[in-house]
């Protein structure tokens, strides 16, 4: 009996997050938009935990794969589209503009999701394309720094990371950013020191998460390179 208690943990963690994702839009139906950013966080924190926990504890299964996407598109899908609409719509983005953007948002991570179910299991690949909860935590991490994100080219930006999410380019998962070289870790360090100083602390979430958005092509390109290389 301990062992299966046990073994519920991470769907526990995973309908923890989903929970969190409707509180968010609730949230933001009441116009508490920090407070349903900080749902948000603390629902990637949780997706973080689900997978980890499902590893260690060797419950990995069908269906916690499916409560997974389903959860993952409420949190990071629905909950960051409603709250950008509506921080578009403040800032004076016209509502078609601020709808249409916002959709195609949940769209391209409702793609994303269906995509990734489709593919086969393999925890050591590079991730296919932007994950959406690092597409959400972007977007909510521009949002809330408005010396100069929110405003009349946010929307662009907006598609540009849904773009990210359907795209074929390869992203590093945790497990390979930690097997970097220790001399690595000096970029991400820089950039945050270089955000801090010259905008503020606000900007060094946005900073940092555009890092990794920049590491897709970065790798992409190299790839690219290193194939034209040995073909020639």
């Not at 920090?34 to 980890?52: K, Y």
């Amino acid at each position: 009996m301990p062992g299966k208690a046990v073994a519920v943990l991470p769907s526990a963690a995973t309908l923890s997050s989903l929970m969190l994702g409707v509180l968010a839009i609730i949230a933001v139906n009441d116009q508490q938009y920090p407070l349903a950013a900080g749902l948000i966080v603390s629902g990637a924190m949780l997706d973080m935990a689900d997978g980890q926990l499902a590893m260690r504890l060797g419950a990995i299964s069908h269906i916690g794969k499916e409560l997974d996407s389903l959860a993952d598109m409420v949190t990071f899908g629905v909950a960051p589209g409603m709250l950008t609409y509506h921080l578009l719509l403040d800032a004076g983005v016209a509502l078609p503009l601020a709808i249409l953007v916002s959709l195609v948002f949940v769209a391209a991570g409702g793609f994303r999701l269906a995509r990734f179910n489709t593919l086969p299991s393999d925890r050591s690949a590079y991730c296919k394309g932007m994950t959406i909860p690092t597409a959400s935590l972007l977007v909510l991490s521009g949002s809330f720094w408005q010396h100069w994100t929110i405003g009349p080219w946010w929307p662009a930006a907006v598609v540009a990371v849904s773009c990210l999410m359907v795209s074929s380019l390869p992203y590093p998962k945790p497990r390979h950013l930690m097997r970097l070289p220790r001399g690595s870790w000096a970029v991400p360090l820089i950039v945050a020191w270089l955000c801090g100083l010259t905008v503020g602390w606000q900007a060094v979430p946005f900073g940092l998460c555009s890092l990794y958005a920049l590491s897709g092509p970065a790798l992409w390109l190299y790839a690219a390179v290193r194939r034209r290389l040995g073909r020639g």
